[in-house]
């Protein structure tokens, strides 16, 4: 079981900033996958970010790229979502995920994730 706890959202201008942490409970950390999704109200949820498990290998989706770093720090059991330029688009409730066995190493598919915490707001004011 792995239990994932996000911090770091809240209000911010456009073209500020955030970085969001995830922090996993359990000690296997280092053997998942992890991603950011995020849920915009009305909206379904979508793909942010991934990062393989050793943290060398990221995907984001288009949306991000360029914008937004995904890092993570195995002996802390964290990951981290830093985003920069942030537009009223961004605005969205973000989940933290972890995937155990994917068969991708940075999967971007909500179905490939095992675990999920329960969302940190992010809103960026015009």
């Known amino acids: 079981q792995v239990q994932l706890v996000e911090s770091g959202g809240g209000l911010v201008q456009a073209g500020g900033s955030l970085r969001l942490s995830c922090a996993a409970s359990?000690?296997?950390?280092?053997?998942?996958?992890m991603g950011w999704f995020r849920q915009a109200p009305g909206k379904e949820r979508e793909f942010v970010a991934a990062i393989s498990w050793s943290g060398l290998d990221t995907a984001y989706a288009e949306s991000v790229r360029g914008r937004s770093t995904i890092s993570r720090d195995n002996a802390k059991n964290t990951v981290y979502l830093q985003m920069n330029s942030l537009k009223p688009e961004d605005t969205a409730v973000y989940y933290c995920a972890a995937a155990y066995a994917s068969r991708h190493i940075t999967p971007i598919g909500e179905g490939e994730y095992d675990y999920w915490g329960q969302g940190t707001q992010v809103t960026v004011s015009s």
């Open positions: 359990g000690r296997t950390f280092g053997n998942y996958a």
